[in-house]
RNA sequence: GGAAAGGUGGCUGAGUUGGUCUAAGGCACACGCCUGGAAAGCGUGAGUGGGGGCAACUCCACCGCGGGUUCGAAUCCCGCCCUUUCCGCCA
């Protein structure tokens, strides 16, 4: 929260808050308790925000008293003319004051787009429940499923079993577009369609989620709305041309579904799973995870994604977290939960969990899904709102949230590590069989790897 | 890509010789009356955002978006966006 929102430990303020609670100096201490205080911190960013917020209200003050003035003349020259009398005497003035007040709302605008760019690079306040750090290492384990398998031989990752099973070529990616794609082939393009088809089946029939299929490309006011513009245009690809961009996640066309609507009270909780491909620039990770499926630029992803009311959205955050968690268990795979800290959440979000996968080639626990609550961040700049059946009933924001469920490039190749046998086999999860057509075990292959046996053709022919 | 028509509140739909439009009517909605209960009927209320006020309330803006003409624009002019239909192309 400091980090994010740069509140200086010089000012005054601050230090204040700091001395009453008796100068600590360990930094997740400081953060603690200026967090705890949060009402009272000053935050460098918020304060030119008060300054103009109090000019944008002056301001609308003389141009909504300059308009009303106008209006007041102007029915008084219809009733004349309605009734036939003269009212040329009163035209005097009436474009002067039409200009200034022109003039003024020209002012306001700009006050308001000032105050709306800064609004816009503010990040979301955590939840009180989010462990408070400074980073990923202040990140807290929820809880572990399953045991990682203990194994009698050397294990393989899934770049050279995937080879081995001839089902994962890079090279001829690399070939049709570059670095950080891949290209699926016979039963590993089948398991992908599988996991694809599992996840949506298992989250619309068993948890009740409406199935979306919708556009991968959006245009530049759904990015704004669910957060990924204007502060992190630099991830994501951009259409040359239009102002349209590929989407990140399935989040950002599932969640703006709703943008500017209001939505029925007794239509709430909404909830939906959509599965998309992903597209990422992944600017800035530059050397990290570049062997394998980690990190690539298109993935795919089955989605959730919820809309509630205010009160329902932590509860339905640990739903669909459990949601999410239970395709891996179903699949057999070991995993844990982490809460992020205050230093390691994203821009949008209120409070997150992760859930990571156990990959044996690495011996760690590595991300699959990542489950957050955005409370109304996401619906405020979405414009998303809710509303009673009453007539005095209030309009007011939803809570949004999302999260995967699960990646699925990840989740293939957790399953290639996980499940591998000493003789380069890989069992399928029994769940998986039949979108496989009930077959057991992913085979190798014989033969070369597909891109040296093209290499050996080419040279034979 | 070419041509035409059109965008008004939750929906439908009137309003386009500029002037009490402070946007009719209908449907749907909420509350009340009526009823054993409901329907029908009758009555009342009800859009979104923002400013001021403890509040009752009050003021401002919004007829796809942006600009222009005018004392005054839902209405006239220009640009853009979107929708529908027809033609062309295409999976």
Request: glycine residues 6%; charged residues 30%; proline residues 5%.
């Amino acid at each position: 929260m400091i980090k994010r929102g740069d509140a200086s430990l010089e000012n005054p303020t601050n230090k204040a808050i700091l001395q009453e609670a008796g100068n600590p100096t360990e930094p997740a201490k400081i953060l603690e308790i200026l967090i705890n205080n949060a009402s009272r911190v000053v935050i460098d960013k918020l304060q030119p925000l008060e300054e103009l917020d109090a000019r944008r209200r002056e301001m609308i003050a003389k141009v909504e008293a300059l308009q009303a003035e106008r209006n007041n003349v102007n029915k008084e020259i219809g009733r004349r003319k309605a009734a036939k009398e003269p009212c040329e005497d009163l035209f005097a003035g009436m474009k002067e004051m039409g200009n200034q007040a022109k003039e003024l709302e020209k002012q306001l605008e700009e006050i308001d787009q000032a105050l709306n760019n800064m609004l816009l690079t503010i990040p979301n306040v955590p939840n009180a429940t989010t462990p408070v750090g400074r980073d990923e290492s202040a990140n807290v384990e929820v809880r572990r499923f399953g045991t990682p398998r203990k194994f009698d031989f050397q294990v393989k990752d899934h770049v050279d079993l995937g080879a081995n099973l001839g089902i994962l070529d890079f090279d001829r990616a690399a070939k049709l577009t570059g670095t950080r794609f891949s290209v699926l082939t016979g039963p590993g393009a089948r398991l992908e369609r599988a996991l694809i088809n599992f996840m949506l089946d298992t989250h619309t029939q068993k948890h009740g989620y409406r199935e979306i299929l919708p556009p991968f490309i959006v245009n530049a006011e759904s990015m704004k709305g669910t957060g990924q513009l204007p502060k992190f245009e630099q991830d994501l690809f951009k259409l040359q041309g239009f102002d349209y961009y590929l989407i990140p996640t399935a989040e950002v066309p599932v969640t703006n579904l709703y943008a500017n609507e209001i939505l029925k009270e007794s239509d709430l909780t909404i909830a939906f799973t959509a599965y998309t491909p992903c597209f990422r620039s992944e600017a800035g990770s530059y050397g990290r995870d570049t062997r394998g499926l980690i990190r690539q630029h298109q993935f795919d992803k089955v989605e959730l994604v919820k809309f509630c009311k205010p009160e329902d959205s932590y509860n339905e955050l640990e739903k669909l977290l459990d949601n999410a968690e239970e395709i891996l268990r179903l699949l057999g795979l070991p995993y844990r939960v982490v809460a992020l800290s205050t230093g390691d959440l994203g821009f949008s979000a209120a409070k997150t969990y992760d859930i990571e996968v156990w990959l044996p080639s690495q011996n760690t626990f590595r991300e699959i899904s990542s489950c957050s609550n955005f409370e109304d961040f996401q619906a405020r700049r979405a414009g998303i709102r809710y509303k009673g059946s009453d007539a005095k009933a209030k309009t007011a924001f939803v809570h949004t949230l999302n999260g995967s469920g699960l990646a699925v490039g990840r989740t293939w190749l957790a399953i290639l590590e996980n499940f591998q046998e000493e003789d380069g086999r890989v069992r399928i999860p029994e769940v998986l069989r039949p979108y496989m057509g009930g077959q057991e075990y992913l085979e190798p292959l014989n033969r070369p790897a597909p891109a040296k046996a093209a290499a050996e053709m080419t040279a034979a022919s």
